[in-house]
């Protein structure tokens, strides 16, 4: 799902306006369905309203589900409160330590917080158990999402990365059923873009945001993504970085492979 920092001016939900009271309400992040992420001011009453509207096809329930199982392991907001209305859904969280890594004052510094960045990801990886995760996210599961939404329609290669996009849905269907061998599996991020793992003012990673998706898989399904995000976020040259901060060399291979993966994905 692509997301960004959110469009001015945004209307508020009468629930999220309720939520805030009184006090600073900022839209920060929007994603492509309409979901949008809010920031309620306030010194120690510092919070995080991440809300879904109706017909958004976004149900935040799973992610709730998956903050509070992890949080046993590893640095995650905290859950603070889940509602829905006739118009929408919300989830309310702490805040965690530092700021995004696509702040400007990162995006000066993408060689420290692309190494920061991989090196997260890989205490992520280590910290949470594999046996005992109630969470899937393997290609053969999400494949057969893929394969649904083709089914239905909704898979236009005119939205993919342009490096996908000369390939039909039925040619892109096709190269995904030969999955790589899995290298090691291990409880994935699911959306282990740089937004989401904010850095604190030395440099150093302070937890994890957006676990909607996590679950059991390979982790090049979460390595992709995050090397391909530094393209995105800080321009060329930073891939290499992210994989020396987590530990690993370069795999074309699985790396090709999930990222067309993720372009076919809900």
């Not at 992040?29 to 979901?35: L, V």
């Not at 342009?162 to 030969?178: F, G, K, S, W, Y």
Request: glycine letters at 10%; aromatic letters at 10%.
């Amino acid at each position: 799902m692509l997301a960004g920092t959110a469009r001015i001016p945004i209307q508020v939900p009468t629930a999220i306006r309720a939520l805030a009271g009184t006090e600073t309400l900022r839209a920060v992040w929007e994603n492509q369905a309409g979901g949008i992420t809010f920031e309620v001011a306030g010194g120690p009453r510092r919070r995080f309203i991440k809300w879904a509207p109706v017909g958004s096809g976004l149900d935040l329930r799973p992610e709730v589900a998956r903050l509070n199982w992890v949080a046993n392991f590893t640095s995650v907001p905290r859950v603070l409160e889940y509602g829905e209305d006739e118009n929408g859904a919300w989830h309310v969280t702490a805040p965690l330590r530092g700021e995004s890594a696509v702040s400007e004052r990162w995006k000066r510094d993408p060689a420290r917080a692309a190494t920061a960045i991989g090196a997260s990801l890989r205490a992520f990886h280590e910290a949470i158990p594999v046996d005992g995760c109630p969470f899937k996210w393997s290609a053969q599961d999400r494949l057969a999402d893929s394969r649904r939404l083709a089914e239905f329609g909704r898979l236009d290669p005119a939205t993919w990365h342009p490096e996908h996009q000369r390939l039909t849905v039925d040619q892109a269907l096709l190269r995904l059923t030969r999955t790589p061998p899995v290298d090691r599996p291990v409880v994935c991020h699911g959306d282990a873009c740089l937004p989401n793992t904010p850095l604190s003012a030395d440099g150093g990673f302070t937890g994890h945001v957006d676990l909607g998706a996590m679950g059991v898989a390979d982790r090049w399904a979460d390595l992709a993504v995050a090397t391909w995000s530094t393209v995105w976020n800080y321009g060329p040259g930073w891939e290499e970085p992210l994989l020396d901060g987590y530990g690993v060399g370069p795999d074309p291979e699985r790396t090709s492979y999930y990222r067309l993966l993720w372009d076919l994905g809900p």
